[in-house]
């Protein structure tokens, strides 16, 4: 005999699925058309640039509509940049790419086959960090020199800021360099791996495992503000505002960057990037989320 009863209650499940998804609240990944877990974003030239697994690729012009583009490789990509004139893609396995509009692209050759998982701008000089200490610097985005940092740990991410270049990686390292060249260890104060920094307001921001947050004046002498919390993977400042994504959907916000209050991101994927341009923010992380913010404190996904 049909059980009605059991039929309704299926019917009601999944139409309560259906109307979840559709709101966002699981932070889909419809809107950005992919899947792939998502690393990275960056902005430049009136474009976004977000970067994930399996060399995915894509742009948006508002943050809002996005486009896949070709990378033409398969290596997942870690960390995306704009500076100078181009934008540049760092990824596993030593993979390098370069690109002047965010939709062709190109590989740059390079002698090290370590996972490549941060860079930046400044200065003048593009800076890439990665594993086994791995540093390289290029002047021009296409002649790339290696660097000695002293250190065979893995580097996680690049910052620039007041002529200061801010390297973080595993076990709390901070490096320091006023040229890309010469790097010098500096004690941040923290055991946990380190994974974004950047900087903005006069104060460098460095976030990392466990909600930890450090802040420092000068790149030189660090203090731990925040140590408890959910992995914080990357930060940006934009608006007069700090921004800190990380695990489970985390994200919090901070005008100067010692005090920061959590904000309501509408999912619980792991959010591992986050960039600024035309008048939005825009976060993304797992499995194709990307979400959108005018004012970095209240979220709708894309």
Not at 237 to 254: C, L
């Amino acid at each position: 005999m049909c059980d009605r009863r059991g039929m309704l209650d299926g019917l009601f499940g999944l139409a309560l699925t259906l109307l979840i998804g559709s709101c966002g609240l699981l932070g889909g990944s419809e809107g950005a058309g992919t899947s792939a877990d998502l690393n990275a974003v960056a902005f430049g030239r009136e474009t976004f640039v977000a970067v994930g697994e399996g060399g995915t690729v894509l742009t948006s012009s508002d943050g809002a509509s996005w486009s896949s583009a070709s990378s033409n490789v398969d290596a997942e990509l870690l960390d995306v940049t704009w500076g100078g004139d181009r934008f540049l893609g760092v990824g596993a396995d030593g993979t390098l790419l370069s690109s002047g509009d965010g939709t062709t692209w190109s590989a740059i050759d390079l002698s090290t086959t370590s996972d490549l998982r941060g860079v930046t701008y400044g200065n003048g000089l593009y800076v890439v960090v990665g594993d086994g200490g791995t540093i390289v610097t290029s002047v021009d985005g296409r002649s790339w020199a290696e660097q000695d940092g002293g250190t065979s740990a893995t580097l996680r991410a690049v910052g620039f800021g007041v002529g200061t270049f801010i390297a973080v990686g595993d076990d709390g390292l901070v490096l320091v360099s006023t040229d890309g060249a010469s790097w010098s260890a500096i004690d941040s104060g923290t055991a946990e791996t380190l994974a974004g920094v950047r900087y903005g307001a006069g104060t460098f921001v460095a976030v990392g495992a466990n909600g930890t947050i450090l802040t420092s004046s000068d790149g030189a002498s660090w203090s731990v503000v925040q140590r408890a919390g959910a992995d914080l993977t990357d930060v940006f400042y934009a608006q007069a505002t700090f921004v800190v994504v990380g695990a489970a959907g985390t994200i919090a916000t901070s005008s100067d960057g010692s005090e920061f209050a959590a904000q309501s991101s509408q999912t619980a994927r792991d959010l591992r990037g986050v960039a600024y341009g035309s008048n939005v923010f825009v976060a993304v992380g797992a499995t194709g989320t990307v979400l959108s913010s005018l004012d970095g404190e209240s979220w709708s996904a894309i």
